[in-house]
């Protein structure tokens, strides 16, 4: 019974390069979450999706982030043209509302270092 | 708007209680959490508390709430060492819908 997964554990980029962080949801969970954490701060809210449809995308950076979860195969957080600032602890949580799954179960994160 | 507040760093002794305090602003929320977080790992929903409640209680934990000043509080009883790590206080409208964090509290334990 697998957790939320989420890979890269680790990934470094240089400036300008691209960032794509995958996540697979618990078995059985539609709804993703991704959260972004900076140094020495809580967790931020970025996207919340459904299969194919993105419900909330109101905590995402207007340019160079974008987030999909195709009806087939993970959720994928990508970053465009990475800056120094990106460099933060990226969260996904999965949940399955009405099966008495609505709680966020989080992943363990994908640490992204700008260089 | 949407705020949570907590002291940043907490030390106790192994064997005493553990209380971390949180204030939220956002009277609208339904769902109230503590998360945990070990070094280098992610999030473990630790408890929750619907806002119509004003204490749980789950083996050593208990969780306060005083929802008319918006304070929640999370008991840890006979602290131990693997209790050593950043606490998470969050809020939430919906139980489907974004949750919002505070910036956590570091619970260090002494010998």
């Known amino acids: 019974n697998a957790g939320v997964m989420q890979n890269p554990r680790h990934l470094v980029r240089r400036r300008g390069q691209e960032a794509r962080l995958r996540c697979s949801p618990m078995?059985?969970?539609?709804?993703v979450y991704w959260y972004r954490q900076l140094p020495e701060e809580g967790l931020k809210f970025m996207v919340y999706?459904?299969?194919?449809?993105?419900?909330?995308e109101s905590g995402m950076p207007k340019e160079r982030f974008s987030a999909e979860f195709p009806k087939e195969g993970p959720s994928i957080l990508r970053i465009q043209q990475v800056v120094r600032g990106d460099s933060a602890a990226y969260f996904c949580?999965?949940?399955?509302?009405?099966?008495?799954?609505?709680?966020?179960?989080f992943g363990p994160g994908t640490r992204l270092l700008v260089l | 708007g949407e705020d949570v507040e907590q002291s940043l760093f907490l030390s106790v002794r192994e064997g005493d209680s553990s209380v971390i305090n949180c204030t939220y602003t956002?009277?609208?929320?339904?769902?109230l959490y503590w998360y945990k977080q070990e070094p280098g790992a992610g999030l473990q929903l630790l408890t929750y508390?619907?806002?119509?409640?004003d204490m749980k209680q789950d083996q050593r934990l208990t969780v306060l709430l005083n929802k008319k000043d918006k304070h929640l509080s999370l008991r840890i009883a006979d602290t131990q060492t693997g209790d050593s790590a950043i606490y998470f206080c969050?809020?939430?409208?919906?139980?489907?819908?974004?949750?919002?964090f505070g910036k956590g509290t570091r619970l260090h334990i002494l010998p």
């Open positions: 969050a809020e939430g409208m919906n139980r489907d819908d974004k949750i919002i």
């Open positions: 999706l459904q299969k194919e449809n993105i419900i909330d």
């Open positions: 078995k059985g969970h539609s709804h």
């Open positions: 956002d009277s609208s929320s339904t769902y």
């Open positions: 508390i619907f806002s119509n409640m």
């Open positions: 949580a999965s949940s399955q509302p009405g099966q008495g799954q609505e709680t966020q179960y």
